[in-house]
């Protein structure tokens, strides 16, 4: 089962700032969060992920919790083409391990809206 | 540099036949990863190989088989489809061993059960 919760669905203005929340309040200490999106009918993409520390890359930033139980990602400047949903996922790694694959949740709907 | 791919795009087949799907990893990495997504429902990871080998199974029937060939490329075999076998089967890829990062995932393939 997915160790994340996620809003089901959110919206959000065109050019402004979307930031979905996740909650993993039983995280390891080992293991990272990461972030995928799919927008529809294409494979997920890899956005992000990170440990304890924020995290910013070309795509979003991530900011997580000092104690870990939850974090946000950022998207600064929404666009249409960011309309997709957005996957929240606990894990370890590096992808060695007795689990290197995804466990996927049901995710937030994300949808801009001109 | 190519991304993961994915053949054929579209698969039709009847109840009762046998399906492969291809995929084809980013080079240079050596694990692969299955997903299904049936319409309405989330992400299911099917089968991971790293290295040739089949490394953890999703909660699928044996007729879900597969394998990794020497050049990393893998095949995910359906035997005796049924209706409900019809989704999106999607491959991802990553690198082996102790780095982190997120996996790359295919376009997939829409495999459809008359």
């Not at chain 1, 960011?82 to 937030?108: E, H, M, W």
């Not at chain 2, 049924?82 to 999607?90: C, K």
Request: aromatic share 10%.
């Amino acid at each position: 089962d997915a160790k994340t919760t996620q809003p089901p669905s959110m919206d959000c203005a065109e050019g402004r700032a979307a930031n979905l929340p996740c909650n993993h309040s039983t995280i390891s200490g080992n293991e990272y969060v990461y972030w995928y999106r799919q927008i529809h009918s294409q494979g997920p993409q890899y956005i992000i992920h990170g440990l304890k520390n924020n995290e910013t890359n070309e795509m979003a930033s991530l900011i997580i919790t000092e104690d870990r139980k939850s974090s946000t990602l950022i998207l600064p400047h929404a666009t249409l083409r960011d309309t997709a949903v957005y996957y929240c996922i606990v894990r370890v790694a590096p992808y060695g391990g007795s689990q290197g694959n995804l466990i996927f949740g049901k995710g937030t709907k994300l949808s801009v809206k001109p | 540099e190519a991304g993961v791919t994915q053949s054929p795009t579209h698969l039709i087949k009847t109840r009762g036949q046998q399906a492969t799907l291809r995929c084809s990893p980013i080079s240079g990495h050596t694990s692969v990863y299955w997903y299904q997504q049936a319409l309405g429902l989330g992400l299911q990871f099917l089968l991971w190989y790293d290295e040739g080998e089949e490394r953890n199974r999703g909660n699928f029937p044996p007729r879900f088989s597969g394998r990794q060939f020497p050049n990393y490329s893998s095949e995910l075999n359906v035997n005796a489809l049924e209706l409900e076998d019809s989704a999106l089967y999607l491959c991802a890829s990553s690198p082996g061993g102790s780095t982190s990062g997120g996996e790359f995932f295919g376009p997939g393939t829409r495999l459809t059960v008359l």
